[in-house]
């Protein structure tokens, strides 16, 4: 919350500057030239961090461009918890109690960037805002598990162990049993997709002195919203609706 709360007030702060400087008659544009720009990005939020392409294009009105952004993103529970395994001196790897699947999201959106800020004697930044949506799609990967399925369970010193996706159902999923964490490939086979919807409200600030190139910071917010809880963890209260906080940093050219 208290990331969220930085990046509205600085939001905020960013429109303000933009009337002063409109009443001053400072925002002076010198980006006419500029048609298109392409640039690459990561980024992090509120659920995790992640990376971009962003194509933007100028409209006549030379203030406004179009934006088509695909980004790629993961996205972790807030209860995530890494434990030490039981079996840590046999070998064992600290994992993720209560976690069934890594979520990563793709994101394709289309949007509207207006500049607030031009390039001016005054100043060498430039600063936009801009709201886009799309499609998004989350990529729901099976969290693999060592379970320990010993043979004489008095003893259990002679066994087997056997990946598996945390089942909360599963009475052999639990610490006496979980060995640790498993292999990160395992369980590409059982990948599934679940369709979602992307809205992005951004503020960009190009700190770079030439309009032929993009050295920005973003700053805003976004919501990710799914049509049905997205199961990251088994233990704990999924939800559908991803809405948080957002810090890029982004590097390309303008032409």
């Known amino acids: 919350m208290r990331f969220l709360f930085f990046i509205s007030v600085f939001s905020f702060l960013i429109n303000v500057l933009y009337s002063q400087e409109v009443e001053r008659g400072v925002a002076v544009d010198d980006d006419k030239l500029v048609k298109s720009s392409v640039s690459l990005g ?4 509120s659920f995790g961090y992640g990376g971009e392409i962003v194509y933007a294009r100028s409209l006549s009105d030379s203030r406004w461009e179009q934006c088509y952004t695909l980004n790629f993103a993961s996205y972790k529970h807030k209860k995530e918890l890494k434990i030490p395994s039981l079996y840590s001196d046999a070998g064992g790897a600290d994992y993720i109690f209560g976690k069934m699947n890594y979520c990563y999201v793709m994101g394709l959106t289309y949007g509207m960037q207006y500049k607030l800020l031009g390039r001016s004697e005054f100043s060498r930044v430039k600063v936009s805002t801009g709201l886009s949506a799309g499609l998004s799609l989350a990529f729901l990967k099976p969290y693999m598990l060592e379970i320990w399925y010993p043979i004489n369970p008095p003893q259990a010193r002679s066994g087997f162990s056997v990946l598996e996706q945390y ?10 049993n979980i060995v640790g964490e498993g292999d990160y490939f ?5 990948l599934y997709v679940m369709p979602g919807i992307k809205c992005l409200w951004l503020n960009n600030i190009d700190l770079h002195y030439s309009n ?7 700053v805003g917010v976004q919501v990710d919203v799914f ?3 997205v199961p990251i963890m088994g233990i704990e209260q999924n939800k559908n609706i991803f809405f948080g906080g957002y810090l890029g940093i982004m590097i390309g050219n303008a032409y």
């Not at 089942?167 to 006496?176: E, G, L, R, V």
């Not at 395992?186 to 059982?190: D, L, P, T």
């Not at 032929?212 to 973003?218: G, H, S, Y």
């Open 186 to 190: 395992a369980g590409f086979n059982n």
């Open 42 to 45: 990561v980024n992090v939020h």
């Open 212 to 218: 032929l190139f993009i050295r920005a910071i973003q």
């Open 227 to 229: 049509f049905e809880e």
């Open 167 to 176: 089942d909360p159902t599963n009475p052999k999923h639990n610490s006496q």
